[in-house]
């Protein structure tokens, strides 16, 4: 091969490697926005249809604020999830708490669950200061999740930074479906599926920056926040392996006369929230596990069913 052929292959070499390196940046580009997550509130401001359109691209789902405290709802939140439904935009909405005590919790989750719009894929508790002058944190804390518990069906998150969740909710903020932890010097330590990593995210089309949050779980992805075949709850059921006296329901569940969970064997509804005793735990030849009750009835060992 002559020099001259040599330095026409390099030069065309080296142009293929710059467009091919373009190309992929650009798409790494267009994949990574995707993947914002970012939690809105009337800080942000009325958001237009334009807005909210072009923001489709750029988000996998959106976290809106809907109230703050019982008494007070968030300006926009009625209009801005309204344009998220209109462009099929996912989304959940937060309750950013201000009870002072468990019965104060419950009408505070009374009050968001009524606002709220019914498209929301989960719920979520914003617990970040501590107003809580009658009874302990973590009972006010499991007051609101059993109420809403007993409201809807959809998935609960505890949402908190990472110190103020060990000491106020160390043990309620476990009972929740999923924890979505702020820490912005790095990963939480503690049990963290959704991080809040950042509060400099800028998004395009809101032309500004937000708290912005990654999936850190891998086995609650995307999907399984936002519904679909393979989200968590229908895909990868987890059971209870080991005896316990008693289980409390997360969703409505049934009470079987037989172990087979036909239909036609329902013979109780148990609502979100009760708290059924039982007495033995036995495993099914497909690997299931289901509870027994003293009185013979079966329930679902299936832990995104009964805690």
Known sequence: MSLLNKKVRIIILSVLTVILSVSFLGSAKASAATTVI???????????????SNLKSQVSFIINRRQYGANYQ?????NNTNLYTKYGIPFGEYDYATFTSAASAKHEANVF??????????????????DVTSGSTNSAVKAWYNQMRSLTGK?????SYQSFATAHANTARKSFDAQ??????????????????????YVPALKESVDA??????????????GGAQSADTSTPTYFT??????????????????????????VTVQPGTKV????????????????TADGRYLTANKNYVQ
């Not at 968030?74 to 009625?78: C, L, R, S």
């Not at 669950?113 to 501590?130: C, G, I, R, T, W």
């Not at 005896?243 to 079987?256: G, P």
């Not at 735990?281 to 027994?292: A, N, V």
């Open 242 to 267: 080991s005896a316990v006296t008693s289980v409390t329901t997360t969703k409505k569940i049934y009470l079987y006369d037989s172990t087979s969970f036909k239909k036609s064997h329902r013979v």
């Open 277 to 292: 005793s039982v007495s033995g735990l036995q495993k099914r030849s497909t690997g299931s596990y289901y509870f027994e």
């Open 113 to 130: 669950y009524q606002h709220s719009n019914k498209n929301a894929k989960f719920y979520v508790l914003d617990y970040e200061e501590n």
């Open 155 to 159: 998935k609960l998150i505890f949402y």
């Open 74 to 78: 968030d300006k926009y939140a009625t």
């Open 213 to 226: 949050s990654t999936i850190l779980n891998s086995s609650k992805p995307i999907t399984w926040w936002i």
């Open 38 to 52: 970012p939690d809105i509130s009337e800080w942000q401001g009325k958001l237009t249809a334009s807005k909210v």
């Open 180 to 201: 979505w932890i702020a820490n912005y010097s790095s990963k939480p330590t503690i049990q963290t599926d959704l991080w809040q990593y950042t509060n400099k995210k």
